[in-house]
């Protein structure tokens, strides 16, 4: 299995910007392709992007493509999200979740980190 745990949230102004971050730990990183989840108030969650094992290969919700930028460091066992240009509806709890490349589901998911856009 692997743990996950997110941080970086916060409080920011829209237009403004901020970085997500996930460490792993567990099984080895590079074996999982992972992913970004946001779940706003009063509603479900939803996906945001993705990122296979390699890096290579990147995935973007139409709602945060041109925005928002998903990247991974194994060296690091860290996965990134980069905010940019965030909007009120960016308001979120944000998810870090692992999908072994194997698997066809997320099964291991962080806690999650809150962000708030002001407006």
């Known amino acids: 299995q692997v743990q996950l745990v997110e941080s970086g949230g916060g409080l920011v102004q829209a237009g403004g910007s901020l970085r997500l971050s996930c460490v792993a730990s567990g099984r080895t990183f590079r074996t999982y392709d992972m992913g970004w989840f946001r779940q706003a108030p009063g509603k479900g969650r939803e996906f945001v992007a993705s990122v296979s094992w390699s890096g290579t290969y990147t995935s973007y919700a139409d709602s945060v493509k041109g925005r928002f930028t998903i990247s991974r460091d194994n060296a690091k066992n860290t996965m990134y999200l980069q905010m940019n240009s965030v909007n009120a509806e960016d308001t979120a709890v944000y998810y870090c979740?692992?999908?072994?490349?194997?698997?066809?589901?997320?099964?291991?998911w962080g806690q999650g980190t809150q962000v708030t856009v002001s407006s």
């Open positions: 979740a692992a999908r072994d490349i194997h698997a066809s589901t997320y099964d291991y």
